[in-house]
């Protein structure tokens, strides 16, 4: 019994202890000359889509939820947003060549066709960012008309 | 007593040996790797290891395409530029950065081959364009499905003028028809 309490009393003491490693913000608190928003035609109803259901983890600026604060959410968090960045970071889809733009644009397509993206675990927390039957096919009707677009331009 | 320590020498001597025999293994396979077009990988290396992943889709096999995704990656990762013109330079820079990605997706995807075969889509143009640009260093065939991705349909490249559909798989396995033929 004395064990099992000295055991929880070190956890309690990890936890406190671990609320002072806090990861740097992803929040740059500015829009990129880059930003997909200024690079591509985008209408107000998909502008707001891919605010609310991809920019957190997909672009330089992430809108934290409280818990954030709390370790080691933080952390998890932390990891989602880089690897999210790193895949496709909507920050700076002006800097991708031609190529990778309409590569991008297609495994968004492919991914909201599959119901890969957004996350069921960002979901599941972000209700609003769940995509419905008309969200998806406002999507997937801009990643074409962009995909045009983009090829034009070349 | 005497036993046992005889038994851990003899031990030791074979963990040492195999350890050395490993070695000279390891360094004889990155020579015999390394010998062609001066270090780096070339276009014939992105072929074989295309060529690799294809062949495991039409099989259905996502285990063996994700081999042979990891060994495109590396490839593209160690491809030797020196004999190309600053044009093909462009393009195939153009081509590696997108490339490369897909092939890491469909090696860490296997277990996932329907969505292998998103990236093979999108990666079969990229190896077209740089065969187109480059040479492939043997015949390949541009290869149409029209059925693939809800009848949008999609290419790939193979080495053999029969058609063995990588995206449909087994169950489909002669849909599609040759659209090119690249020498």
Redesign the interface.
């Known amino acids: 019994m004395r064990l099992a309490k000295k055991i929880a009393l070190l956890l309690l003491v990890i936890l406190i202890a671990i609320q002072f490693i806090q990861p740097a913000r992803n929040k740059s608190g500015q829009v990129l000359p880059t930003d997909i928003l200024r690079t591509v035609p985008v209408s107000p109803a998909v502008r707001a889509l891919l605010k609310t259901g991809c920019y957190d983890c997909h672009s330089n600026n992430t809108n934290y939820p409280w818990y954030a604060n709390v370790q080691p959410i933080g952390w998890i968090l932390n990891g989602h947003i880089q690897k999210g960045k790193a895949e496709l970071n909507f920050s700076e889809f002006g800097s991708y ?4 733009q309409k ?1 991008k644009m ?2 968004i397509e ?1 991914q909201v066709n ?1 119901n ?1 993206m957004p996350l069921a675990s960002y979901t599941w927390i972000h209700k609003n960012a769940r995509l419905s039957k008309e969200n998806k096919v406002l999507i997937i009707d801009w990643v074409t008309k962009t995909n045009e677009a983009i090829s034009t331009k070349q | 007593m005497g036993l046992a320590v005889m038994v851990i020498a003899l031990t030791a001597c074979n963990n040492s040996n195999t350890k050395e025999e490993k070695k000279t293994n390891d360094t004889a396979n990155t020579a015999a790797m390394a010998a062609p077009v001066t270090g780096g990988s070339s276009v014939k290396d992105v072929v074989e290891h295309y060529l690799h992943i294809k062949n495991a889709l039409t099989k259905d096999d996502g285990k063996e395409a994700a081999n042979g995704g990891k060994a495109l990656a590396d490839v593209f990762g160690k491809f030797d530029q020196s004999s190309l013109t600053a044009e093909q330079k462009k393009t195939f820079t ?2 590696q ?2 490339a490369k ?2 092939a890491e997706h469909i090696s860490v995807n296997a277990e996932k081959i ?2 292998q075969r ?1 990236h093979f ?2 990666l079969s143009k ?1 190896v077209y364009d740089l065969v187109k640009s480059l040479g492939g260093g043997q015949t390949l065939y541009n290869d149409f499905c029209p059925m693939y991705n809800n009848n949008k349909g999609a290419t790939w490249l193979s080495e053999t003028k029969d058609i063995k559909n990588p995206y449909l798989g087994k169950a489909m396995p002669t849909c599609g028809n040759v659209k090119e033929t690249i020498q």
């Open positions: 060549t031609v190529r990778r590569s297609k495994s492919s599959d890969g | 153009d081509i950065a997108d990605e897909h329907a969505h998103e889509a999108t990229d």
